[in-house]
């Protein structure tokens, strides 16, 4: 899969241009499965790193949202390392999980909208609490029917009538 291909390096110049998402695109890196462990090790663990540091910086919300979004995006991004950037993108866009993907990339743009050019830390704090939320949703998509065992479980908790 990350290896180069023979037609790749030597050969048919008039096949066009390939997008990113194609079945080629993962043949550009040619990262060994070591290499690939320890570039996901790598980015999960920065990314845990910067969740952790931003709790500490909890008191400005400024610079929590923008480290925890950070650490958000490397630990997701991690994934890219063991099975390549094409596919990842094919399985965050995937019609199981397109919508939640959406509204976690949203929210991630919100959050540093508020923490960056807004500058309101309310507004901030909320965004970061929705984007927890759809990282969350964004993470169960990859999980069997762990949506819909904790739909029916939220409204199992949330439902009034006695």
């Known amino acids: 899969m990350w290896k180069f291909k023979e ?30 462990i320890y570039g996901f090790a790598g980015c999960l663990i920065a990314g845990l790193v910067c969740m ?19 650490g958000n995006v490397l630990a997701v991004g991690s994934t890219a390392f063991l099975i390549g950037p094409g596919q990842q993108m094919r399985m965050m866009f995937d019609s199981t999980r397109v919508y939640a993907t959406a509204i976690y990339l949203g929210c991630v743009v919100i959050a540093l909208i508020c923490a960056l050019w807004i500058h309101n830390k309310i507004l901030t704090i909320i965004a970061i609490i929705i ?4 990282l969350v949703w964004y993470s169960l ?13 939220m409204v199992r908790i949330c439902d009034t009538e006695l």
């Open 52 to 70: 952790f540091l931003s709790l500490i910086v909890f008191a400005k919300p400024i610079k929590f949202a923008v480290l925890f979004t950070f």
């Open 131 to 134: 984007e927890f939320c759809a």
């Open 7 to 36: 037609s790749m390096l030597g050969g048919d110049e008039d096949q066009g241009e390939e997008g990113l998402l194609d079945d080629e695109s993962d043949a550009f890196c040619s990262l060994s499965p070591m290499q690939r």
């Open 141 to 153: 998509s990859y999980i069997p029917f762990a949506r819909r065992m904790v739909s029916q479980l």
